[in-house]
Protein backbone atom coordinates (compact mmCIF):
# COMPACT_ATOMS: atom_id res chain seq x y z
CA UNK A 1 0.00 0.00 0.00
CA UNK A 2 3.27 2.11 -0.08
CA UNK A 3 2.25 3.82 -3.22
CA UNK A 4 -1.02 5.16 -2.36
CA UNK A 5 -1.64 8.67 -2.24
CA UNK A 6 -2.44 10.60 1.24
CA UNK A 7 -5.98 11.41 -0.61
CA UNK A 8 -7.00 10.31 -4.08
CA UNK A 9 -9.48 13.00 -6.04
CA UNK A 10 -9.44 12.04 -9.62
CA UNK A 11 -9.38 9.09 -11.69
CA UNK A 12 -5.54 9.86 -12.37
CA UNK A 13 -4.90 10.05 -9.50
CA UNK A 14 -6.67 6.63 -8.59
CA UNK A 15 -4.61 5.10 -11.39
CA UNK A 16 -1.39 6.41 -9.87
CA UNK A 17 -1.70 4.93 -6.67
CA UNK A 18 -2.37 1.49 -7.86
CA UNK A 19 1.34 1.44 -9.27
CA UNK A 20 4.49 0.07 -7.83
CA UNK A 21 2.30 -2.45 -5.39
CA UNK A 22 3.45 -5.43 -4.28
CA UNK A 23 0.36 -7.72 -6.10
CA UNK A 24 1.24 -11.27 -7.31
CA UNK A 25 -1.29 -11.35 -10.47
CA UNK A 26 -1.37 -14.51 -12.93
CA UNK A 27 -2.63 -13.97 -16.08
CA UNK A 28 -2.01 -15.92 -19.01
CA UNK A 29 0.24 -18.40 -16.83
CA UNK A 30 2.76 -15.18 -16.28
CA UNK A 31 3.04 -13.00 -13.34
CA UNK A 32 1.78 -9.38 -14.50
CA UNK A 33 4.72 -7.16 -14.09
CA UNK A 34 2.71 -4.04 -13.11
CA UNK A 35 -1.31 -4.76 -13.66
CA UNK A 36 -1.92 -0.80 -14.33
CA UNK A 37 -0.27 -1.09 -17.34
CA UNK A 38 -1.53 -4.47 -18.74
CA UNK A 39 -3.87 -4.10 -22.22
CA UNK A 40 -5.88 -6.72 -20.48
CA UNK A 41 -6.46 -5.22 -17.34
CA UNK A 42 -6.18 -1.59 -17.54
CA UNK A 43 -9.58 -1.04 -18.78
CA UNK A 44 -11.40 -2.60 -15.91
CA UNK A 45 -9.01 0.47 -13.94
CA UNK A 46 -10.33 2.64 -16.41
CA UNK A 47 -13.90 1.49 -15.50
CA UNK A 48 -13.54 2.19 -11.43
CA UNK A 49 -11.23 5.78 -12.53
CA UNK A 50 -14.52 6.41 -13.81
CA UNK A 51 -15.95 6.33 -10.29
CA UNK A 52 -13.97 9.11 -9.16
CA UNK A 53 -14.26 11.56 -11.61
CA UNK A 54 -18.04 11.57 -11.47
CA UNK A 55 -17.63 12.35 -8.06
CA UNK A 56 -15.92 15.06 -9.50
CA UNK A 57 -18.15 15.90 -11.99
CA UNK A 58 -21.90 15.31 -10.32
CA UNK A 59 -20.83 15.90 -6.51
CA UNK A 60 -24.44 16.10 -5.71
CA UNK A 61 -25.26 12.19 -7.42
CA UNK A 62 -22.10 10.73 -6.44
CA UNK A 63 -20.54 12.26 -3.27
CA UNK A 64 -22.25 12.45 0.28
CA UNK A 65 -21.77 14.23 3.28
CA UNK A 66 -20.24 11.69 6.13
CA UNK A 67 -21.63 12.19 9.24
CA UNK A 68 -18.35 9.38 10.59
CA UNK A 69 -15.94 11.81 9.67
CA UNK A 70 -17.55 15.46 8.62
CA UNK A 71 -15.70 14.78 5.20
CA UNK A 72 -17.63 14.50 1.89
CA UNK A 73 -16.71 11.46 0.55
CA UNK A 74 -17.37 9.59 -2.26
CA UNK A 75 -20.67 7.78 -2.37
CA UNK A 76 -19.58 4.09 -2.83
CA UNK A 77 -17.52 5.08 0.74
CA UNK A 78 -20.87 6.54 2.39
CA UNK A 79 -22.79 4.50 5.21
CA UNK A 80 -26.54 4.97 3.58
CA UNK A 81 -27.99 7.80 6.56
CA UNK A 82 -31.43 7.83 5.06
CA UNK A 83 -33.62 6.09 2.17
CA UNK A 84 -32.31 9.23 -0.24
CA UNK A 85 -28.72 7.77 0.29
CA UNK A 86 -30.05 4.41 -1.17
CA UNK A 87 -32.15 6.08 -3.77
CA UNK A 88 -28.87 7.98 -4.85
CA UNK A 89 -26.82 4.77 -4.83
CA UNK A 90 -28.97 3.49 -7.63
CA UNK A 91 -29.10 6.56 -9.23
CA UNK A 92 -25.38 6.77 -9.28
CA UNK A 93 -25.17 3.43 -10.21
CA UNK A 94 -27.01 3.86 -13.42
CA UNK A 95 -24.79 6.73 -14.31
CA UNK A 96 -22.01 4.99 -14.06
CA UNK A 97 -23.46 1.64 -16.57
CA UNK A 98 -24.29 4.59 -18.80
CA UNK A 99 -20.67 5.90 -18.90
CA UNK A 100 -18.65 3.10 -18.67
CA UNK A 101 -21.13 0.09 -20.51
CA UNK A 102 -19.55 -1.90 -18.42
CA UNK A 103 -19.39 -3.27 -14.55
CA UNK A 104 -17.29 -0.60 -12.32
CA UNK A 105 -17.01 -2.61 -9.87
CA UNK A 106 -17.40 -0.80 -6.53
CA UNK A 107 -21.14 -2.32 -5.33
CA UNK A 108 -19.67 -5.27 -3.98
CA UNK A 109 -17.73 -2.84 -1.37
CA UNK A 110 -20.33 -0.26 -0.62
CA UNK A 111 -22.73 -3.22 0.09
CA UNK A 112 -20.34 -4.94 2.59
CA UNK A 113 -19.88 -1.46 4.27
CA UNK A 114 -23.38 -1.01 4.94
CA UNK A 115 -24.30 -4.05 6.06
CA UNK A 116 -21.35 -4.47 8.38
CA UNK A 117 -22.38 -1.78 9.96
CA UNK A 118 -25.52 -3.22 11.31
CA UNK A 119 -24.05 -6.40 11.82
CA UNK A 120 -20.98 -5.27 13.86
CA UNK A 121 -23.36 -3.53 15.83
CA UNK A 122 -25.68 -5.85 16.69
CA UNK A 123 -22.75 -8.53 17.65
CA UNK A 124 -21.46 -6.10 19.82
CA UNK A 125 -25.46 -5.96 21.25
CA UNK A 126 -25.34 -9.50 22.43
CA UNK A 127 -21.27 -10.40 22.63
CA UNK A 128 -19.89 -7.11 24.42
CA UNK A 129 -17.45 -7.44 21.58
CA UNK A 130 -15.96 -3.91 19.62
CA UNK A 131 -16.18 -5.05 16.28
CA UNK A 132 -18.24 -1.88 15.44
CA UNK A 133 -15.67 0.68 17.59
CA UNK A 134 -13.14 -1.32 15.11
CA UNK A 135 -15.49 -0.97 11.88
CA UNK A 136 -15.94 2.79 11.94
CA UNK A 137 -12.11 3.43 12.69
CA UNK A 138 -11.66 1.56 9.41
CA UNK A 139 -14.04 3.58 7.67
CA UNK A 140 -12.74 6.57 9.16
CA UNK A 141 -9.46 5.61 7.64
CA UNK A 142 -11.11 4.78 4.22
CA UNK A 143 -13.24 7.86 3.86
CA UNK A 144 -10.01 10.25 4.83
CA UNK A 145 -7.80 8.31 1.60
CA UNK A 146 -10.49 7.90 -0.45
CA UNK A 147 -9.59 4.29 -1.09
CA UNK A 148 -11.42 1.81 -3.18
CA UNK A 149 -12.76 -1.51 -1.13
CA UNK A 150 -13.49 -4.90 -2.18
CA UNK A 151 -15.75 -6.72 -1.04
CA UNK A 152 -14.91 -10.73 -0.67
CA UNK A 153 -17.63 -13.21 -0.14
CA UNK A 154 -17.87 -16.39 -2.48
CA UNK A 155 -15.93 -18.94 -1.42
CA UNK A 156 -15.26 -22.01 -3.91
CA UNK A 157 -17.65 -23.96 -1.89
CA UNK A 158 -16.42 -27.46 -2.62
CA UNK A 159 -19.29 -30.40 -2.30
CA UNK A 160 -22.54 -28.04 -2.05
CA UNK A 161 -24.57 -30.29 -0.27
CA UNK A 162 -21.64 -30.17 2.81
CA UNK A 163 -20.90 -27.18 5.25
CA UNK A 164 -17.76 -25.85 5.49
CA UNK A 165 -16.24 -28.36 8.61
CA UNK A 166 -17.72 -31.56 6.29
CA UNK A 167 -15.69 -30.56 3.09
CA UNK A 168 -12.85 -33.01 2.78
CA UNK A 169 -10.42 -30.03 2.37
CA UNK A 170 -11.29 -27.33 4.79
CA UNK A 171 -9.41 -24.91 2.81
CA UNK A 172 -12.72 -24.36 0.72
CA UNK A 173 -14.47 -21.86 2.50
CA UNK A 174 -12.01 -19.16 3.65
CA UNK A 175 -11.08 -20.16 7.46
CA UNK A 176 -8.71 -19.05 10.43
CA UNK A 177 -5.69 -21.36 10.27
CA UNK A 178 -3.74 -20.06 13.72
CA UNK A 179 -3.65 -17.02 15.28
CA UNK A 180 -1.04 -14.79 18.29
CA UNK A 181 -1.52 -11.58 20.08
CA UNK A 182 -1.52 -9.48 16.98
CA UNK A 183 -4.40 -11.12 15.26
CA UNK A 184 -5.47 -13.99 13.28
CA UNK A 185 -3.83 -16.02 9.78
CA UNK A 186 -6.40 -17.13 7.23
CA UNK A 187 -6.18 -19.69 4.39
CA UNK A 188 -8.97 -20.62 1.92
CA UNK A 189 -10.04 -18.52 -1.68
CA UNK A 190 -12.34 -16.12 -2.58
CA UNK A 191 -14.03 -16.88 -6.34
CA UNK A 192 -15.53 -15.12 -8.61
CA UNK A 193 -13.99 -11.50 -7.18
CA UNK A 194 -15.04 -8.45 -8.84
CA UNK A 195 -12.68 -5.21 -9.07
CA UNK A 196 -10.45 -7.19 -6.46
CA UNK A 197 -6.53 -6.33 -8.01
CA UNK A 198 -7.98 -2.73 -8.84
CA UNK A 199 -8.89 -2.16 -4.75
CA UNK A 200 -7.09 -0.71 -2.33
CA UNK A 201 -8.64 -2.70 0.93
CA UNK A 202 -10.94 -6.15 0.82
CA UNK A 203 -13.14 -7.23 3.18
CA UNK A 204 -13.53 -10.85 3.68
CA UNK A 205 -16.67 -12.23 4.62
CA UNK A 206 -18.10 -15.76 4.84
CA UNK A 207 -20.72 -16.96 2.14
CA UNK A 208 -23.08 -18.91 3.67
CA UNK A 209 -24.96 -19.70 6.90
CA UNK A 210 -22.56 -21.16 9.56
CA UNK A 211 -23.18 -23.63 12.41
CA UNK A 212 -21.22 -23.51 15.56
CA UNK A 213 -18.96 -26.58 14.05
CA UNK A 214 -17.89 -23.99 11.56
CA UNK A 215 -16.77 -21.18 13.57
CA UNK A 216 -13.28 -21.01 12.33
CA UNK A 217 -14.82 -20.16 9.28
CA UNK A 218 -16.81 -17.29 11.06
CA UNK A 219 -14.06 -14.25 10.17
CA UNK A 220 -14.70 -10.91 9.03
CA UNK A 221 -11.89 -8.86 8.34
CA UNK A 222 -10.04 -6.11 6.21
CA UNK A 223 -6.81 -6.73 4.12
CA UNK A 224 -4.90 -4.71 1.93
CA UNK A 225 -5.08 -5.91 -1.56
CA UNK A 226 -1.31 -6.41 -1.91
CA UNK A 227 -0.75 -7.75 1.73
CA UNK A 228 1.78 -10.89 1.87
CA UNK A 229 0.51 -14.74 1.02
CA UNK A 230 -2.19 -13.45 -1.29
CA UNK A 231 -2.46 -14.56 -4.86
CA UNK A 232 -4.37 -13.91 -7.81
CA UNK A 233 -5.29 -15.46 -10.56
CA UNK A 234 -7.39 -13.38 -13.73
CA UNK A 235 -10.09 -14.77 -14.94
CA UNK A 236 -11.05 -15.03 -18.84
CA UNK A 237 -13.53 -13.33 -20.57
CA UNK A 238 -14.53 -13.64 -23.70
CA UNK A 239 -12.57 -11.88 -26.48
CA UNK A 240 -10.23 -10.45 -24.27
CA UNK A 241 -7.19 -10.83 -25.82
CA UNK A 242 -8.71 -8.21 -28.41
CA UNK A 243 -7.46 -5.95 -26.06
CA UNK A 244 -3.91 -6.62 -27.08
CA UNK A 245 -4.62 -6.01 -30.84
CA UNK A 246 -3.89 -3.17 -32.60
CA UNK A 247 -6.44 -0.90 -33.06
CA UNK A 248 -9.78 -0.32 -31.16
CA UNK A 249 -12.78 -1.01 -33.22
CA UNK A 250 -12.58 -5.11 -32.82
CA UNK A 251 -12.59 -4.50 -29.07
CA UNK A 252 -16.13 -2.87 -29.11
CA UNK A 253 -15.57 -0.81 -25.66
CA UNK A 254 -11.85 -0.36 -26.01
CA UNK A 255 -11.68 1.95 -22.63
CA UNK A 256 -14.16 0.13 -20.20
CA UNK A 257 -13.99 -3.35 -19.01
CA UNK A 258 -14.92 -5.67 -16.09
CA UNK A 259 -12.25 -7.49 -13.63
CA UNK A 260 -12.74 -11.12 -11.92
CA UNK A 261 -10.22 -13.12 -10.64
CA UNK A 262 -9.89 -16.18 -8.14
CA UNK A 263 -7.88 -15.11 -5.03
CA UNK A 264 -6.46 -17.54 -2.85
CA UNK A 265 -4.94 -16.79 0.61
CA UNK A 266 -2.45 -18.61 2.54
CA UNK A 267 -1.99 -17.76 5.86
CA UNK A 268 -2.72 -14.08 5.32
CA UNK A 269 -2.27 -12.09 8.31
CA UNK A 270 -5.33 -9.60 9.73
CA UNK A 271 -4.33 -7.98 12.42
CA UNK A 272 -7.26 -7.70 15.11
CA UNK A 273 -8.14 -3.57 15.07
CA UNK A 274 -9.25 -4.62 11.45
CA UNK A 275 -11.65 -7.70 12.41
CA UNK A 276 -14.89 -7.39 12.52
CA UNK A 277 -16.39 -11.23 12.99
CA UNK A 278 -14.43 -13.93 14.97
CA UNK A 279 -16.32 -16.84 15.61
CA UNK A 280 -19.57 -15.43 16.26
CA UNK A 281 -21.30 -17.86 13.68
CA UNK A 282 -24.84 -17.23 14.05
CA UNK A 283 -24.17 -14.09 12.81
CA UNK A 284 -23.45 -15.18 9.42
CA UNK A 285 -26.81 -15.54 7.74
CA UNK A 286 -27.61 -12.07 8.83
CA UNK A 287 -24.33 -10.31 7.39
CA UNK A 288 -25.14 -12.46 4.04
CA UNK A 289 -28.46 -11.70 4.22
CA UNK A 290 -28.14 -7.96 4.18
CA UNK A 291 -25.28 -7.70 2.10
CA UNK A 292 -26.97 -9.53 -0.65
CA UNK A 293 -30.58 -7.33 -0.10
CA UNK A 294 -28.61 -4.41 -0.93
CA UNK A 295 -26.53 -5.72 -3.55
CA UNK A 296 -29.28 -7.50 -5.24
CA UNK A 297 -31.03 -3.80 -5.39
CA UNK A 298 -27.18 -2.69 -6.31
CA UNK A 299 -28.02 -4.69 -10.01
CA UNK A 300 -30.10 -1.74 -11.07
CA UNK A 301 -26.35 -0.85 -12.61
CA UNK A 302 -27.55 -2.99 -15.32
CA UNK A 303 -30.23 -0.80 -16.42
CA UNK A 304 -26.98 1.79 -17.15
CA UNK A 305 -25.52 -0.74 -19.38
CA UNK A 306 -28.95 -1.36 -20.83
CA UNK A 307 -29.73 2.28 -21.93
CA UNK A 308 -26.29 2.14 -23.96
CA UNK A 309 -27.25 -1.54 -25.86
CA UNK A 310 -30.58 0.14 -26.36
CA UNK A 311 -29.32 3.27 -27.69
CA UNK A 312 -26.96 1.02 -29.87
CA UNK A 313 -29.36 -0.95 -31.25
CA UNK A 314 -31.19 2.22 -31.97
CA UNK A 315 -28.24 3.51 -33.66
CA UNK A 316 -27.73 0.40 -36.22
CA UNK A 317 -31.38 0.48 -36.65
CA UNK A 318 -30.58 4.38 -38.18
CA UNK A 319 -27.01 3.21 -39.94
CA UNK A 320 -28.64 0.18 -41.60
CA UNK A 321 -31.92 2.30 -42.79
CA UNK A 322 -34.58 1.21 -40.97
CA UNK A 323 -35.88 3.32 -37.82
CA UNK A 324 -39.03 3.46 -38.19
CA UNK A 325 -40.03 0.39 -39.42
CA UNK A 326 -42.72 -0.58 -36.72
CA UNK A 327 -41.39 -3.90 -35.83
CA UNK A 328 -38.11 -2.60 -35.21
CA UNK A 329 -39.40 0.13 -33.23
CA UNK A 330 -41.94 -1.95 -31.30
CA UNK A 331 -38.39 -4.09 -30.65
CA UNK A 332 -36.76 -1.05 -28.85
CA UNK A 333 -40.28 -0.26 -27.14
CA UNK A 334 -39.60 -3.96 -25.27
CA UNK A 335 -36.62 -3.38 -24.48
CA UNK A 336 -36.80 -0.02 -22.56
CA UNK A 337 -39.90 -1.09 -21.22
CA UNK A 338 -37.62 -3.98 -19.65
CA UNK A 339 -34.73 -2.08 -18.76
CA UNK A 340 -36.84 0.08 -16.81
CA UNK A 341 -39.17 -2.30 -14.88
CA UNK A 342 -35.85 -3.08 -13.42
CA UNK A 343 -34.89 0.45 -12.00
CA UNK A 344 -38.14 0.26 -10.74
CA UNK A 345 -38.10 -2.09 -8.95
CA UNK A 346 -34.52 -1.64 -7.33
CA UNK A 347 -35.33 2.33 -6.58
CA UNK A 348 -38.61 0.94 -4.89
CA UNK A 349 -36.99 -0.98 -2.74
CA UNK A 350 -34.46 1.83 -1.80
CA UNK A 351 -37.40 3.93 -1.38
CA UNK A 352 -39.05 1.45 1.38
CA UNK A 353 -35.51 1.54 3.23
CA UNK A 354 -35.86 1.56 7.00
CA UNK A 355 -33.68 2.83 9.92
CA UNK A 356 -31.74 -0.56 11.39
CA UNK A 357 -30.57 -0.55 14.88
CA UNK A 358 -26.81 1.32 14.26
CA UNK A 359 -28.22 4.29 12.49
CA UNK A 360 -27.38 2.77 8.89
CA UNK A 361 -30.72 2.62 6.57
CA UNK A 362 -31.37 -0.68 5.00
CA UNK A 363 -33.43 -1.09 1.71
CA UNK A 364 -36.36 -3.58 1.46
CA UNK A 365 -35.73 -6.94 1.23
CA UNK A 366 -38.68 -8.10 -0.81
CA UNK A 367 -38.00 -5.41 -3.86
CA UNK A 368 -34.61 -5.91 -3.87
CA UNK A 369 -34.84 -9.50 -4.39
CA UNK A 370 -37.74 -8.91 -7.37
CA UNK A 371 -34.97 -6.50 -8.81
CA UNK A 372 -32.28 -8.79 -8.99
CA UNK A 373 -34.59 -11.99 -9.85
CA UNK A 374 -35.75 -9.64 -13.14
CA UNK A 375 -31.73 -8.97 -13.83
CA UNK A 376 -31.37 -12.73 -14.34
CA UNK A 377 -34.06 -13.16 -17.30
CA UNK A 378 -34.23 -9.44 -18.64
CA UNK A 379 -31.03 -8.29 -19.74
CA UNK A 380 -30.93 -11.73 -22.03
CA UNK A 381 -34.12 -10.70 -23.67
CA UNK A 382 -32.46 -6.96 -24.27
CA UNK A 383 -29.66 -8.36 -25.59
CA UNK A 384 -31.31 -11.13 -28.09
CA UNK A 385 -33.34 -8.51 -29.39
CA UNK A 386 -30.48 -6.15 -29.98
CA UNK A 387 -28.78 -8.83 -31.91
CA UNK A 388 -32.32 -9.41 -33.88
CA UNK A 389 -31.82 -5.29 -34.61
CA UNK A 390 -28.23 -5.81 -35.44
CA UNK A 391 -28.08 -8.49 -37.69
CA UNK A 392 -25.90 -11.59 -38.68
CA UNK A 393 -22.86 -9.03 -39.92
CA UNK A 394 -22.47 -8.30 -35.77
CA UNK A 395 -20.74 -11.55 -35.78
CA UNK A 396 -19.56 -12.18 -39.18
CA UNK A 397 -17.22 -8.65 -39.33
CA UNK A 398 -13.79 -9.08 -41.00
CA UNK A 399 -11.11 -7.32 -38.33
CA UNK A 400 -9.87 -3.76 -38.50
CA UNK A 401 -6.75 -5.04 -39.69
CA UNK A 402 -9.11 -6.10 -42.94
CA UNK A 403 -10.37 -2.64 -42.88
CA UNK A 404 -7.02 -0.50 -42.80
CA UNK A 405 -5.37 -2.96 -45.15
CA UNK A 406 -4.45 -0.81 -48.57
CA UNK A 407 -6.57 -3.90 -50.86
CA UNK A 408 -8.64 -5.53 -48.74
CA UNK A 409 -9.94 -1.90 -46.95
CA UNK A 410 -11.40 -0.56 -50.48
CA UNK A 411 -13.87 -3.71 -50.61
CA UNK A 412 -15.29 -3.62 -47.26
CA UNK A 413 -15.47 0.05 -46.89
CA UNK A 414 -17.60 -0.55 -50.73
CA UNK A 415 -19.67 -3.64 -49.85
CA UNK A 416 -20.23 -2.89 -45.91
CA UNK A 417 -22.36 0.49 -46.63
CA UNK A 418 -25.41 1.05 -44.98
CA UNK A 419 -27.77 4.13 -45.06
CA UNK A 420 -26.43 7.19 -47.38
CA UNK A 421 -24.17 9.28 -45.57
CA UNK A 422 -23.30 6.61 -42.82
CA UNK A 423 -19.19 6.34 -42.53
CA UNK A 424 -18.79 2.21 -42.82
CA UNK A 425 -16.10 2.33 -40.01
CA UNK A 426 -18.96 3.91 -37.66
CA UNK A 427 -21.56 1.26 -38.63
CA UNK A 428 -18.44 -1.01 -37.58
CA UNK A 429 -17.88 0.21 -34.39
CA UNK A 430 -21.50 0.25 -33.25
CA UNK A 431 -21.96 -3.52 -34.72
CA UNK A 432 -18.97 -4.32 -32.34
CA UNK A 433 -20.38 -2.51 -29.61
CA UNK A 434 -23.28 -5.06 -29.41
CA UNK A 435 -20.79 -7.85 -30.22
CA UNK A 436 -18.87 -6.52 -26.87
CA UNK A 437 -22.03 -6.48 -24.59
CA UNK A 438 -24.11 -9.44 -25.37
CA UNK A 439 -21.34 -11.71 -26.47
CA UNK A 440 -18.04 -10.39 -25.95
CA UNK A 441 -15.93 -8.80 -23.06
CA UNK A 442 -19.01 -6.89 -21.57
CA UNK A 443 -21.34 -10.05 -21.80
CA UNK A 444 -19.70 -11.13 -18.47
CA UNK A 445 -20.41 -7.96 -16.56
CA UNK A 446 -24.54 -7.88 -18.81
CA UNK A 447 -25.21 -11.31 -18.71
CA UNK A 448 -23.62 -14.02 -16.51
CA UNK A 449 -22.97 -11.57 -13.63
CA UNK A 450 -26.20 -10.63 -13.94
CA UNK A 451 -27.84 -14.10 -13.47
CA UNK A 452 -25.29 -15.18 -10.79
CA UNK A 453 -24.07 -12.18 -9.09
CA UNK A 454 -24.99 -11.90 -5.22
CA UNK A 455 -27.02 -15.18 -5.73
CA UNK A 456 -28.50 -17.16 -8.57
CA UNK A 457 -31.77 -17.17 -9.31
CA UNK A 458 -32.75 -19.71 -7.04
CA UNK A 459 -31.47 -17.80 -4.25
CA UNK A 460 -34.12 -15.41 -5.02
CA UNK A 461 -36.89 -17.61 -5.24
CA UNK A 462 -36.15 -18.71 -1.58
CA UNK A 463 -36.17 -15.47 -0.48
CA UNK A 464 -39.50 -14.29 -2.36
CA UNK A 465 -40.92 -17.19 -0.89
CA UNK A 466 -40.15 -16.93 2.93
CA UNK A 467 -41.71 -13.45 2.20
CA UNK A 468 -44.95 -13.40 0.40
CA UNK A 469 -46.88 -13.88 2.99
CA UNK A 470 -49.52 -16.06 1.43
CA UNK A 471 -51.93 -16.80 4.68
CA UNK A 472 -52.28 -12.68 4.68
CA UNK A 473 -53.23 -12.88 1.10
CA UNK A 474 -55.54 -15.84 2.08
CA UNK A 475 -57.31 -13.82 4.24
CA UNK A 476 -57.84 -10.26 1.89
CA UNK A 477 -59.19 -13.01 -0.24
CA UNK A 478 -61.59 -15.21 2.25
CA UNK A 479 -62.58 -11.05 3.92
CA UNK A 480 -64.13 -10.02 0.36
CA UNK A 481 -65.50 -13.06 -0.33
CA UNK A 482 -67.32 -13.10 2.97
CA UNK A 483 -65.91 -16.69 4.18
CA UNK A 484 -65.93 -16.59 8.16
CA UNK A 485 -66.52 -20.06 9.10
CA UNK A 486 -62.64 -21.11 7.74
CA UNK A 487 -59.77 -21.94 9.60
CA UNK A 488 -57.71 -18.90 10.07
CA UNK A 489 -54.76 -18.26 8.57
CA UNK A 490 -51.16 -18.92 10.64
CA UNK A 491 -49.82 -15.36 11.40
CA UNK A 492 -46.65 -15.50 9.45
CA UNK A 493 -42.84 -14.59 10.33
CA UNK A 494 -42.51 -12.37 7.07
CA UNK A 495 -43.20 -8.30 8.19
CA UNK A 496 -43.10 -7.18 4.09
CA UNK A 497 -46.48 -5.52 4.38
CA UNK A 498 -45.38 -4.11 7.85
CA UNK A 499 -42.69 -2.39 5.63
CA UNK A 500 -44.84 -1.62 2.65
CA UNK A 501 -47.65 0.29 4.50
CA UNK A 502 -45.31 1.13 7.63
CA UNK A 503 -47.79 -0.10 10.17
CA UNK A 504 -47.45 -2.14 13.36
CA UNK A 505 -50.18 -4.92 12.14
CA UNK A 506 -50.41 -5.91 8.42
CA UNK A 507 -52.24 -9.74 9.35
CA UNK A 508 -55.94 -9.68 8.95
Not at 225 to 241: F, H, K, N, P, W
Amino acid sequence: MANVLKTIKSGDDYIESLRNRNLKVYLFGELVKEPVDHPIIRPSINAVAETYDLAMREEALASADSSITGLKVNRFLHIAESAEDLVLQNKMQRKLGQNTGTCFQRCVGMDAMNSLHSTTFEIDEKHGTDYHKRFLEFVKMVQHENLVIGGAMTDPKGDRSKGPSEQDDPDLFTRIVDSDEKGVYVSGAKAHQTGCINSHWIILMPTIRLTESDKDWAIVGAIPADVEGLTYIYGRQSCDTRAMEEGDIDSGNAKFGGQEALMILDRVFIPWDKIFMNGEFEFASMLVERFTCYHRRSYVCKTGLGDVLIGAAATIADYNGVPKVSHIKDKIIEMTHLNETIFAAGIASSHQGQKMKSGVFLNDDMLAQVCKHNVTRFPYEISRLAQDIAGGLMVTLPSEKDFRHPEAGPMLKKYLAGRKGVDVENRMRILRLIENMTLGRNAVGYLTESMHGAGSPQAQRIQIQRQMQVGYKKNLAKNLAGITNDVEEPKESSDYFKRVFKTKDSVL
